[in-house]
């Protein structure tokens, strides 16, 4: 069993910024891939940014050259930067990992993040 811990969401102007962590306790297999899904009121939930074990990075265009994910694999943990910020940008993200070996994705609770005009 893996859990996932989410922080940093809440509430922040246009243009501004916000990080997310999210940490991954449990079974942990090396070969995985984390990252941040989001999903706003009335959508379905979508890619924001994965990141694998190996560091290589997959972005959704609409967040390319504002949002950074990053992780610290000695600690489980992967990172949002989110920079510039939009009102778009508004929904509950999701952190998730994906542990390739047996082929399961686990999840976290959300956390709320609301950008304000």
């Known amino acids: 069993q893996v859990q996932l811990v989410e922080s940093g969401g809440g509430l922040v102007q246009a243009g501004g910024s916000l990080r997310l962590s999210c940490a991954a306790s449990?079974?942990?297999?090396?070969?995985?891939?984390m990252g941040w899904y989001r999903q706003a009121p009335g959508k379905q939930r979508e890619l924001v940014a994965t990141?694998?074990?190996?560091?290589?990075?997959n972005y959704a265009d609409s967040v390319k050259g504002r949002f950074a994910i990053s992780r610290d694999n000695a600690k489980n943990t992967v990172y949002l930067q989110m920079n510039s910020l939009k009102p778009e940008d508004t929904a509950v993200y999701y952190c998730?990992?994906?542990?390739?070996?047996?082929?399961?994705?686990?999840w976290g609770q959300g956390t709320q993040v609301t950008v304000s005009s």
């Open positions: 998730n990992i994906r542990l390739h070996v047996i082929n399961r994705d686990y």
């Open positions: 449990g079974r942990i297999s090396l070969l995985n891939t």
């Open positions: 990141i694998t074990s190996g560091s290589s990075t």
